[in-house]
T-cell receptor
Framework: QKEVEQNSGPLSVPEGAIASLNCTYSDRGSQSFFWYRQYSGKSPELIMFIYSNGDKEDGRFTAQLNKASQYVSLLIRDSQPSDSATYLCAVNGLTGGFKTIFGAGTRLFVKA | GAVVSQHPSRVICKSGTSVKIECRSLDFQATTMFWYRQFPKQSLMLMATSNEGSKATYEQGVEKDKFLINHASLTLSTLTVTSAHPEDSSFYIC?????????????FGPGTRLTVL
């Protein structure tokens, strides 16, 4: 089992719709959870982080964390073509000395 | 967010030469930096963890004698690809970690695209 799992996609949504990206992790001791966006040929950019169970909203982005289910998600409201990118889920915890483990990423396409 | 720079952004070199890539944290001190490699359409692969003032910790399968890492200060880490070969052509990305209390955030540099002819 991979430590951080994401559906590779591609996930295709129409412009204006809600894009839902999901991630599961195996280490119950994980404490910090991150979502990065990576455009083709560019390095990852941190867009959201969440530490506590529940929802965290920032503009059009909402991160959701459920530690009991070891599940973290990212919702993108009013999706725009410029949101088309690969979204990386990352998890950080005690295992490995607070090493951040990245998922393989989900490719998102927002169709105009 | 915090700013991490990398230099150069792109390098083309001949097989057998060595290439040095610099990673700097511009507005914060980073005791820990990470070096990743990413091949086209693949995920990030952690190569090594660099701690200021100590030897880097390499991931399994990464040759420490080929990928030399130096973290001489709290704002600078360097990766030297020694005797580069075409199979070393990749996108190399550094990342610096900020620790706030119990939590860590990682910020990435813009990456260095290495092409070995």
């Amino acid at each position: 089992q991979k430590e951080v799992e994401q559906n590779s996609g591609p996930l295709s949504v129409p412009e204006g719709a809600i894009a839902s990206l999901n991630c599961t992790y195996s280490d119950r001791g994980s404490q910090s959870f991150f979502w990065y966006r990576q455009y083709s040929g560019k390095s990852p950019e941190l867009i959201m982080f969440i530490y506590s169970n529940g929802d965290k909203e920032d503009g059009r982005f909402t991160a959701q964390l459920n530690k009991a289910s070891q599940y973290v998600s990212l919702l993108i409201r009013d999706s725009q073509p410029s949101d088309s990118a690969t979204y990386l889920c990352a998890v950080n915890g005690l295992t490995g000395g607070f090493k951040t483990i990245f998922g393989a990423g989900t490719r998102l396409f927002v169709k105009a | 967010g915090a700013v991490v720079s990398q230099h150069p952004s792109r390098v083309i070199c001949k097989s057998g030469t060595s290439v040095k890539i610099e990673c700097r944290s511009l507005d914060f001190q980073a005791t820990t930096m990470f070096w990743y490699r990413q091949f086209p359409k693949q995920s990030l692969m952690l190569m090594a963890t660099s701690n200021e003032g100590s030897k880097a910790t390499y991931e399994q399968g990464v040759e420490k004698d080929k990928f030399l890492i130096n973290h001489a200060s709290l704002t600078l880490s360097t990766l030297t690809v020694t005797s580069a070969h075409p199979e070393d052509s990749s996108f190399y990305i550094c990342s610096a970690r900020i620790t706030t209390g119990l939590y860590n955030e990682q910020f990435f540099g813009p990456g260095t695209r290495l092409t070995v002819l």
